[in-house]
Nanobody
Framework: QVHLEESGGGLVQPGGSLRLSCAAS????????MGWFRQAPGKERELVAV???????NYADSVKGRFTISRDNSKNTVYLQMNSLKPEDTAVYYC????????????????????WGQGTQVTVSS
């Protein structure tokens, strides 16, 4: 089993900054990608940013130039630095990771499992 532990959400004024963190732990052989999604009230969950292992980072158009995703592979951790926050960035932010397990690897399998964090609230308001 794999656990994603998120932190860093909160209340911030428009124009402010927040940094989210998400650490993966457990039955991990390798991580194909880590990223962030968000869901505002009454809306569907949407991609914010994703960083594949060995691939190009992808951002939602609405956050380009303001948000930066980064990973510390030694800690199985992904970060989301959010600057110039706007009220429309208010949402629950979810960490996502696509992981291959140690136990699968030992058995010769190479399946990719999709995991989600519990979500952290980000509120941008004056």
């Amino acid at each position: 089993q794999v656990h994603l532990e998120e932190s860093g959400g909160g209340l911030v004024q428009p124009g402010g900054s927040l940094r989210l963190s998400c650490a993966a732990s457990g039955n991990i052989f390798s991580i194909d990608a880590m990223g962030w999604f968000r869901q505002a009230p009454g809306k569907e969950r949407e991609l914010v940013a994703v960083e594949p292992s060995g691939g190009s980072t992808n951002y939602a158009d609405s956050v380009k130039g303001r948000f930066t995703i980064s990973r510390d592979n030694s800690k199985n951790t992904v970060y989301l630095q959010m600057n110039s926050l706007k009220p429309e960035d208010t949402a629950v932010y979810y960490c996502n990771a696509k992981i291959r397990s140690k136990s699968d690897y030992a058995l010769g399998y190479r399946r990719v499992y999709n995991y989600w964090g519990q979500g952290t609230q980000v509120t941008v308001s004056s």
